[in-house]
């Protein structure tokens, strides 16, 4: 069982940056794959970046994930904020959960990020 709280959102003004913070507690394992995602209002849910065995992938050039495997947290740097990009972050983790290769994705509870023009 994982838990993962977000933290690191707020208002910044367009053109700023944001670390958004992800701590993670639970039973976690070197093949899980650490993903955020945001949600816009009345827009659905959007993969932004993941992260597994030190390969990232950021959807956005202005988005980086990153692992501190020694603190057990994950982050994601937005640069360059646009208005845009205001919307819930949300922080989560894919794990497989058999030998079949059955995967169970654990959300965490998000953290708001608005960006004013």
């Known amino acids: 069982h994982v838990q993962l709280v977000e933290s690191g959102g707020g208002l910044v003004q367009a053109g700023g940056s944001l670390r958004l913070s992800c701590a993670v507690s639970?039973?976690?394992?070197?093949?899980?794959?650490w993903e955020w995602y945001r949600q816009a209002p009345g827009k659905q849910r959007e993969l932004v970046a993941t992260?597994?065995?030190g390969i990232s992938t950021n959807v956005n050039g202005r988005f980086t994930i990153s692992r501190d495997n020694a603190k057990n947290m994950v982050y994601l740097q937005i640069d360059s904020l646009k208005p845009e990009d205001s919307a819930v972050y949300y922080c989560?983790?894919?794990?497989?959960?058999?030998?079949?290769?059955?995967?169970?994705?654990?959300w965490g509870q998000g953290t708001q990020v608005t960006v004013s023009a």
């Open positions: 989560a983790v894919d794990q497989v959960v058999n030998i079949e290769g059955a995967t169970i994705r654990t």
């Open positions: 639970g039973n976690i394992f070197s093949s899980d794959i």
């Open positions: 992260i597994t065995s």
